[in-house]
């Protein structure tokens, strides 16, 4: 059974910057999922206001944010493109700003900054490119990824701002030729929940993972270790949560989990709209990424809901996850190192060293002193700020 609790944190402030004037800025979105970026998105529409910023929504593919978002209050303009290249949108959005007078655009994907950046230059607004994760290693279609990566660079080459979500991703814009002053490091952020004070699993435990499944999530990986776990005897089930990418790969993993014959370990729910809740379902979060990941937001969410972790140590992960103190990383696409760190927190550290209850707390307390969503919104909007200082 758990009890909700507090801890004593001191909580650094948001930061310095102080709203004079409410302005407006036009986030120009994909919307055919709502995963990662764009809950980015979402939080950023709810925050902001209190900073001085009041966001508008242009998606270019309406399916499921316009339905699943929780700034309903936020204005949103379906503008949908007919095809990759199309832009016969981009006039009625040049319109848009005009008529309501927009200060910024903010994009955040390869097709949304190629509107984005025809939008700002047509409107003569700044341009804000929010980079979530690295496009040339977003998927396993290499081809899809090279031109999606060319295109996202000439798109951007007059953007005001690139907003990095981790150190490495500031790193590779930087050595792609953008200069260090056109890029700033802004951390995800998620909204801090009550703290639930666990103890450690007596039984099965529940292993969770939050995502929009495809290929370089590594589900495979996970799956495998979890077949490998139950070889062992380790008493384990697993708690999937959220859509396939497309009908065709969730037909592939399911082969998969039958082929291995684990479908009675496995919860699969779907989609869901209310995260927190799965989380309190969770003993452990396990993300075994392959590779292409910014700064996951579910790590961010577990570890508000003081779980820890187990991931891949790729790209920015390591950013929010310290090795042995707030959840453990692996070597991707590795089944027995998953499988044996799984086994390492279910059943203890030889030398007793990894104390799953301390594991909880340091990562709800890793995320109220770095990752708050107050804290990205104060920093988005102290970048917006500074660019329409300058543009002054």
């Known amino acids: 059974m758990t009890n909700t609790t507090t801890l004593n944190l001191h909580v650094p402030e948001a930061g310095p910057f102080e709203a004079t004037a409410t302005q407006r800025v036009l986030h120009v979105i994909n919307g055919e999922h709502y995963s990662g970026a764009e809950r980015v998105q979402d939080l950023l529409a709810q925050e902001l206001p209190q900073f001085g910023f009041e966001v508008g929504f242009a998606c270019l593919k309406p399916d499921r944010f316009p339905q699943a978002r929780q700034a309903q209050k936020a204005s949103l303009h379906s503008t949908p493109m007919r095809w990759r290249f ?3 949108c981009v006039q009625k959005l040049v319109q848009l700003i005009q008529r309501e007078k927009y200060a910024l655009v903010h994009a955040h994907t390869p097709r949304s900054v190629l509107i984005g950046s025809l939008v700002a230059r047509r409107a003569n607004v700044p341009l804000v490119y929010h980079v979530h994760s690295p496009t040339s290693r977003d998927s396993t279609r290499r081809i899809q990824n090279w031109v999606n990566a060319l295109l996202e660079r000439w798109s951007v080459r007059n953007a005001s701002k690139l907003i990095a979500v981790s150190p490495s991703l500031k790193q590779m814009i930087e050595e792609q030729g953008f200069a260090a002053e056109q890029v700033t490091y802004i951390p995800n952020g998620v909204p801090s929940q009550p703290l639930i004070e666990r103890q450690r699993p007596q039984g099965v435990w529940t292993l969770g993972i939050a995502a929009l499944f495809r290929p370089r999530k590594g589900i495979e990986v996970l799956l495998e270790s979890l077949a490998m776990l139950r070889s062992r005897d380790v008493q ?30 496995i919860t699969w729910t779907g ?16 993300l075994p990424s392959l590779f292409g990941e910014g700064l996951p937001m579910v790590i961010l969410e577990a570890m508000a809901a003081g779980l820890p972790v187990i991931a891949s140590h790729v790209e920015g992960v390591p950013e929010a996850i310290v090795h042995r103190e707030n959840g453990l990383l692996v070597e991707p696409a590795s089944v027995s190192q998953l499988a044996n760190a799984i086994e390492q927190i279910v059943y203890g550290d030889l030398n007793d060293t990894l104390d799953y209850v301390q594991l909880c707390e340091n990562a709800y307390r890793r995320h109220a002193e770095r990752f708050s969503a107050q804290a990205m919104a104060a920093k988005v909007a102290e970048a917006y700020q500074g660019i329409l200082n300058d543009a002054r």
Request: net charge negative; aromatic share 6%; charged share 30%.
């Open 236 to 265: 384990v089930q697993l708690r999937a949560v959220g859509p396939f990418e497309t009908p065709e790969y969730e037909t592939e993993v399911r082969r998969l989990v039958d082929r291995l014959g684990i479908g009675n370990l």
């Open 271 to 286: 989609f869901v709209s209310d995260v927190p809740d799965e989380l309190r379902q969770m003993d452990l979060m396990v």
């Open 86 to 88: 199309d832009t016969s």
